[in-house]
């Protein structure tokens, strides 16, 4: 096979984009250049890359293959490249980063503390549910993970660096703010609002209600923090969010931590790769930094 760094490079960025038009943009070619390229590409294999139905683009079995390896390559040669700049005294190039939406809340200051220390850097940072930064875990799409609930069924380097401590909260107009120590049970004809199923927040409250055998009356499941919050705000009932959604208050617009048995629940903050994978100096740096700057 006769295939260049460049092709690869272009058929990687289809992979990821899902359009020859968006591949072009990412590599900085026109429309009609990236397809005569991902021609050749599919030529030199021998076998298709992929197909369109309806105006969906899937890759093929070979495809699959192909992006694997790209990826590979191109972490591979962007390791070599920060080992090199690493030996001529500088410090640049390029983090790739997956976090779960609730760490949006702390992962920030985290980047721009490491920043601060390396600033000829680029931080590409992708927040997501749960099942999207498992999936690019899977896929060994980025340099590090920062997610609550890992993957048990991965062989993977884990490293807590910080608790994630989940609570009950409520209307600041509620009662419950203002009574001590709730029992689960007291909560029964409440409504509650909670994560979407997946989540690493509601994978861990689901499993405490199983421990204590109570069924919440679930009345909304949402995608994020922020619309838990505004429906709890809006007197639509009860819900559980980390703690971190309340940036360490008790209170915050609109709603207050319910003091209620067996709350907070132990979570906390994991920082992952597959295991084996050999980080980049720039990932090395973060992960340190990660662990260094978060007491666990």
């Not at 093929?60 to 192909?66: M, Q, S, V």
């Amino acid at each position: 096979m006769n295939v260049t760094f460049r092709q690869l490079r272009l058929f990687l960025a289809l992979a990821d984009t899902g359009s020859v038009s968006a591949a072009a943009r990412a590599t900085h070619v026109t429309q009609p250049t990236a397809s005569m390229q991902l021609k050749e590409i599919a030529g030199s294999v021998g076998l298709p890359l992929y197909e369109i139905v309806g105006r969906t683009l899937y890759l093929t079995d070979a495809g699959k293959e192909l992006a694997e390896t790209a990826r590979a390559i191109s972490q591979t040669w962007e390791a070599f490249e920060q080992r090199i700049d690493s030996a001529k005294g500088l410090a640049r190039g390029k983090l790739h980063v997956s976090v779960v939406s609730t760490a949006k809340y702390f992962m920030p200051r985290l980047i721009g503390s490491f920043c601060a220390r390396h600033p000829a850097i680029d931080v590409a940072l992708e927040i997501l549910n749960r099942d999207g930064v498992v999936q690019r875990l899977r896929e060994n799409r980025d340099d590090l993970y920062i997610m609550s609930m890992p993957p048990r069924d991965m062989d993977l380097e884990d490293r807590v660096f910080m608790p994630n401590p989940i609570v009950v909260v409520a209307s600041t107009a509620d009662a419950l703010l203002r009574r001590k120590r709730v029992v689960l049970e007291q909560l029964a004809d409440r409504r509650f609002i909670l994560r979407e199923k997946g989540s690493g927040t509601r994978m861990a409250v689901d499993r405490h209600f199983r421990e204590h055998r109570f069924r919440p009356d679930v009345r909304l499941e949402l995608g994020s923090n922020e619309a838990v919050k505004e429906s709890v705000a809006g007197g639509l009932g009860i819900g559980v969010v980390s703690r971190h959604a309340l940036h360490g208050q008790q209170k915050e617009n609109g709603v207050g931590i319910v003091d209620v048995e067996g709350f907070p629940l132990a979570s906390a903050w994991h920082v992952v790769h597959p295991a084996g994978k050999r980080l980049s100096p720039l990932a090395q740096a973060f992960k340190r930094h990660v662990l260094d700057e978060v007491p666990a």
